[in-house]
C-alpha cells in the first residue's frame, strides 16, 4: 500500500472520510486503483472495525456495473486498507459545487442519477436469490463518476442485509449522514429500503437545484415548489445551460424527487419505478431538446 502511493504522498490523496484518506495508487501491474487508508481514532476503533468488515462482507457479496468493485484489502495488526477500482472524474458533489472546473449539464445529471438508480436498484432486489440490501448512507458523496460520467454507488460500511419477510429493522441508533436522513427512519428507528429512497430524492433535489442536501436543508426549502412549473424555474441551477435541458423534463424530475422525499415511506416509489421514470424522462429531454419553454 505504501509503495502503490508513494508512502501515502498528499500528491495522491483523493479525499477525506468519516474513518480514513483516500488515496489514488498504482500496482505492481500497473493497474491505478484507489486505496482507502483507514484511520480509526481509540474511542471509535470498534465502530471503524465494523464499518471495514460490513464493507468487505457486502461487496463480496455483489458484482454490478453501477457498485464500485472491491479489488482487495489488507488488515495488518491495527492496519486497515481497502483498494477500489479508481473512478477519474470523482464524486457527484464536488461536480455539483463548484469544486470540479466544469458543471455537468442536464442530459449528463440524468445519465448520473439513471446510474445510481440503477445501483440501489440492483442492491434492493432479490430476484437473483440474493438477500436484499440497504444502503443506509447514500449521497452524493458516495455516488463516484468515470470518465464517461457513469455513476457507481460507493461507501458500504453502514449498508444492511434485509432477510426475505423482514421489510424492516427496528434499531436504537440512527445511521447515516444529516440532511439525508429518512424523517421516518429518524423519528421511529425502522430502517426500510424506502429510506434509501429518500436519500435518493435528495441526490435528485442536488443534481436539480446545484445545492447541497445541508444548504438551509434543501427539502424544505424546495418541496413546496416541486410541482409548480412557474416557480420551479427559480430553483434550477443557473449554472447548467438552458441548452441542455427542456422545462417538460425537469418537471418530470422534480415530480419524482418530490415523492421520493415524502414523509411517509409508504407513499415513496420503489428504485426499480425511480428507474423506469427516469428513464423515460432522459427520452423525453432527448426528443425535445431544442424546444423553448
Known amino acids: 500500500m505504501?509503495?502503490?502511493?508513494?508512502?501515502?504522498?498528499?500528491?495522491?490523496?483523493?479525499?477525506?472520510?468519516?474513518?480514513?484518506?483516500?488515496?489514488?495508487?498504482?500496482?505492481?501491474?500497473?493497474?491505478?486503483?484507489?486505496?482507502?487508508?483507514?484511520?480509526?481514532?481509540?474511542?471509535?476503533?470498534?465502530?471503524?472495525?465494523?464499518?471495514f468488515r460490513v464493507e468487505v462482507d457486502i461487496l463480496s457479496r455483489l458484482d454490478h456495473s453501477n457498485l464500485v468493485s472491491l479489488i482487495?484489502?489488507?488488515?495488518?495488526?491495527?492496519?486497515?486498507?481497502?483498494?477500489?477500482?479508481?473512478?477519474?472524474?470523482?464524486?457527484?458533489?464536488?461536480?455539483l459545487n463548484g469544486i470540479s472546473e466544469k458543471k455537468i449539464d442536464w442530459p449528463s445529471r440524468l445519465?448520473?442519477?439513471?446510474?445510481?438508480?440503477?445501483?440501489?436498484?440492483?442492491?434492493?432486489?432479490?430476484s437473483?436469490?440474493?438477500?436484499?440490501?440497504?444502503?443506509?448512507?447514500?449521497?452524493?458523496?458516495?455516488?463516484?463518476?468515470?470518465?464517461?460520467?457513469?455513476a457507481k454507488i460507493s461507501d458500504f460500511?453502514?449498508?444492511?442485509l434485509m432477510p426475505e419477510?423482514?421489510?424492516?429493522?427496528?434499531?436504537?441508533?440512527?445511521?447515516?449522514?444529516?440532511g439525508y436522513f429518512?424523517?421516518?427512519?429518524?423519528?421511529t428507528g425502522k430502517l426500510t429500503l424506502k429510506s434509501d429512497v429518500y436519500a435518493f430524492g435528495v441526490v435528485l433535489l442536488e443534481l436539480l437545484t446545484g445545492r447541497t442536501a445541508v444548504d438551509l436543508n434543501l427539502v424544505l426549502q424546495v418541496r413546496h415548489i416541486l410541482n409548480d412549473r412557474k416557480k420551479l424555474r427559480k430553483v434550477i441551477d443557473p449554472e447548467m445551460a438552458r441548452s441542455s435541458y427542456t422545462i417538460e423534463s425537469i418537471a418530470m424530475f422534480a415530480n419524482l424527487a418530490s415523492r421520493c422525499v415524502r414523509v411517509e415511506s409508504r407513499h415513496r416509489p420503489s428504485m426499480s419505478e425511480c428507474l423506469k421514470e427516469l428513464q423515460l424522462i432522459f427520452c423525453t429531454n432527448a426528443k425535445r431538446?431544442?424546444?423553448g419553454f
Open 72 to 95: 482487495g484489502y489488507c488488515a495488518d495488526g491495527k492496519h486497515r486498507f481497502l483498494v477500489y477500482e479508481y473512478m477519474q472524474k470523482g464524486n457527484l458533489q464536488d461536480h
Open 157 to 160: 460500511g453502514l449498508a444492511k
Open 111 to 126: 445519465k448520473v442519477a439513471i446510474g445510481a438508480a440503477r445501483g440501489l436498484s440492483y442492491l434492493h432486489s432479490s
Open 2 to 51: 505504501e509503495e502503490a502511493t508513494s508512502s501515502f504522498s498528499d500528491e495522491n490523496l483523493l479525499g477525506k472520510g468519516g474513518f480514513g484518506r483516500v488515496y489514488k495508487g498504482t500496482l505492481r501491474s500497473g493497474e491505478v486503483v484507489a486505496i482507502k487508508k483507514m484511520e480509526l481514532p481509540p474511542l471509535k476503533e470498534a465502530e471503524g472495525e465494523r464499518e
Open 289 to 291: 431538446l431544442g424546444q
Open 182 to 187: 429518512d424523517p421516518e427512519y429518524t423519528s
Open 165 to 178: 419477510g423482514q421489510e424492516t429493522d427496528v434499531t436504537a441508533r440512527v445511521l447515516g449522514t444529516f
Open 128 to 150: 437473483d436469490g440474493r438477500i436484499p440490501i440497504v444502503h443506509r448512507d447514500f449521497k452524493s458523496t458516495n455516488v463516484l463518476l468515470n470518465t464517461n460520467f457513469e
